[in-house]
């Protein structure tokens, strides 16, 4: 039977602190005790929700929290202790950066316009602005670019009553898929140069920082003084490559169980319930269009959620869900607020029973991989479709 706290909505997610201890044990491990680790909850924290998981990070021991946006570092600061740094990665308006100056939110400087624009408000302002001058290595995003190297320096270091250069950083173009490998290597070669030049400036920043999850893991290099783990931290892999290679360089030869585990725990559950049943005759076709004709008579079930609520359409005749502990189907379009699962094979499915669209039941599983092989998208994706209003539950 569905159980929720929350009988309105039509579905429910838990958020799991025995799996975050245990991806967060796992990642510490593998950067050791002097690198920082900065918890990336951008997207709604990979829709995980950004408010539930700032908490458990932060009982976590993880104190430094990188957010894409000024609004995600505002979402940020509303719980978070007051040690605990926020550091936004990408849009910040020119009106925010005041704001961010007061409350010592940090955040990334990738232009010359930028730049100038947080000195000048910074001094209207008579508090050092806390940035991170992100470099341009290849991803060719965001970055400053390295003719724009000695016009930055100047304006740093002319400034630093303004200014505390707090880090220098990049971002890796793919380091989740070997073919990029390289790209990856070139950019890492790119920064180290960068780097020194800087310094040379006179320039040393407190923090480099370039490693995403997938680099953490396949470029153990590039850990430096901090690194910035976002999908580990719920418990997925960036790519079954990022898997297969922790597995190799862990020492599993292809043989044997134990070292082919996952080290890492999922966070989140996401669950529905059955809402009505249906027998179904061969031959009908089943919700919109015909995409799905009965092959024979069978016994159907709708569930309250649909592509509105992150359950992607793609995933139509393809998606599965656990019901009652058995692995069933989506047939037919999944529709805006409903799809419709297939319980031929189910055992005693009634009406309210639970339905997980992401976690396991008993000793069955789905996971947002499965999902993405299913329909072609990241797990990244998939998880951050998963709307803010689905009211999330903390739990062990």
Not at 158 to 186: M, P, V, W
Not at 311 to 319: E, T
């Amino acid at each position: 039977m569905y159980k929720t706290k929350d009988p309105f909505n039509t579905s429910q997610i838990t958020l799991s602190k025995s799996a975050v201890r245990q991806n967060v044990k796992f990642i510490k491990k593998q950067i050791g005790e002097k690198v920082r680790l900065s918890a990336v909850v951008k997207g709604n924290a990979y829709g995980h929700g950004i408010e539930q998981m700032v908490k458990i990070f932060e009982k976590n021991g993880v104190n430094h929290l990188s957010v894409f946006s000024a609004h995600e570092a505002w979402r940020a600061c509303q719980v978070k202790e007051e040690e605990t740094t926020v550091m936004i990665m990408g849009w910040i308006h020119d009106e925010q950066i005041s704001w961010a100056i007061e409350n010592q939110v940090q955040f990334y400087v990738f232009d010359i316009d930028r730049l100038k624009e947080t000195i000048n408000r910074a001094k209207k302002i008579g508090q050092k602005a806390i940035i991170h001058l992100e470099i341009e290595t290849g991803m060719n995003r965001t970055g400053l670019e390295e003719k724009f190297f000695p016009k930055a320096i100047e304006l740093i270091k002319k400034n630093q009553e303004h200014l505390i250069f707090e880090g220098l950083c990049t971002h890796y173009a793919g380091a989740e898929s070997i073919s990029n490998y390289l790209r990856i290597k070139d950019q890492i070669n790119l920064f180290h140069q960068y780097a020194e030049h800087f310094e040379k400036n006179g320039l040393t920043p407190n923090v480099k920082h370039t490693a995403c999850s997938a680099a953490v893991i396949a470029y153990p290099e590039t850990h430096m003084d901090m690194v910035r783990v976002g999908i580990l931290l719920y418990g997925f892999w960036p790519s079954r490559e990022t898997f297969i290679h922790h597995k190799k360089s862990n020492g599993y030869d292809g043989n044997g169980k134990e070292r082919s585990r996952d080290p890492l725990k999922r966070v989140i559950t996401w669950k529905s319930r059955v809402m009505a049943l249906k027998n179904l005759p061969m031959g009908e076709f089943v919700g919109y269009g015909t995409s799905y004709q009965a092959p024979k008579n069978m016994k159907i079930a709708t569930v309250p959620v649909g592509y509105a609520y992150g359950f992607s359409r793609s995933l139509s005749n393809q998606g599965r869900v656990i019901v009652n502990g058995q692995r069933v189907a989506v047939i037919g379009i999944v529709n805006m607020n409903l799809l419709i699962i297939n319980i031929s094979e189910a055992k005693n499915v009634k009406r309210d029973d639970e339905v997980i669209m992401i976690g396991s039941q008993g000793k069955v599983k789905i996971t947002v991989a499965s999902f993405g092989e299913m329909s072609n998208q990241l797990n990244y994706e998939l998880l951050s479709r998963i709307p803010m209003d689905i009211p999330r539950e903390v739990v062990d």
